[in-house]
């Protein structure tokens, strides 16, 4: 059953450069989720259209909630699965401007991913989930999406790394925030899949539907992004992320 959580109703922008300090989003901040989803399910599925800051903040509200509820938390990204060192390398820092620097410095996802997966928006999520590992709090981060030039779709590398991670403790809950294309527990249609950038066969929600995901997300009448859909621009909030 795909539950719906609600957003901001207006979506703004998350972009700005990479080097500068990102504001911390609200994590801990007001969270409508009638069906508790952070306090019982083991998986969460964020259905994201890249390139807000809503999105981002609301994978940190469902973070802190499990968090608060006493749950262990991996917090999967859309990014390459190569980046998981720079992610543990700054998960152990001190998140200052040098340990930015080193972070982004270097990678591809960072330098030249701009389909707005790797927003300073997501910065400031990973610089949260930075802060309550250092308050001792129970929260991993993991990089779920393919290396460049792997074989195999990436939305097999997401699930298979979300499955994984699902394994480690059964009280623990993965919430993992992607292009909602990836997130729905259905295959989607030719008319879809129209207009965007590339195919989707099988998405990673419909390979975990044996581990019950809970796939979330709002449907977007107003506001703005920054995607490549399939050019790189401002977009309207009406096509699929």
């Not at 989720?33 to 399910?41: F, K, N, W």
């Not at 990836?182 to 066969?201: F, K, Q, V």
Request: charged share 20%; net charge neutral; glycine share 10%.
């Amino acid at each position: 059953m795909r539950a719906f959580l609600n957003l901001c109703s207006g979506l703004l922008i998350g972009l700005a450069p990479l080097g500068a300090a990102a504001a911390v989003p609200d994590g801990c901040g007001p969270l409508d989720d009638p069906q508790g989803l952070a306090r019982s399910a083991r998986i969460i599925l964020v259905g994201e259209i890249h390139g807000t800051r809503e999105y981002p903040a609301l994978a940190a509200r469902l973070a802190c909630a499990a968090l608060d509820g006493g749950r262990k938390v991996a917090l999967a990204l859309e990014m390459p699965q190569d980046e998981q060192a720079r992610l543990a390398a700054y998960m152990a820092s001190s998140g200052d401007a040098a340990a930015r620097t080193a972070f982004t410095t270097g990678s591809r996802f960072w330098e030249k991913v701009r389909d707005g997966r790797s927003s300073i928006a997501v910065l400031a999520l990973i610089e949260q989930a930075r802060r309550w590992r250092m308050q001792g709090l129970p929260l991993e981060l993991i990089a779920i999406d393919r290396p460049q030039s792997a074989p195999g779709t990436r939305d097999e590398y997401m699930a298979a790394a979300i499955r994984r991670a699902s394994s480690v403790a059964p009280e623990m809950v993965v919430i993992a925030l992607a292009g909602n294309m990836h997130t729905r527990l259905a295959p989607p249609s030719p008319s879809e899949m129209a207009g965007l950038p590339g195919r989707i066969d099988t998405p990673m929600g419909v390979l975990l539907r044996d581990l019950g995901p809970a796939s979330i997300g709002s449907p977007l009448s107003r506001g703005a992004f920054f995607g490549c859909a399939p050019d790189c621009r401002v977009h309207d909030a009406d096509v699929d992320g």
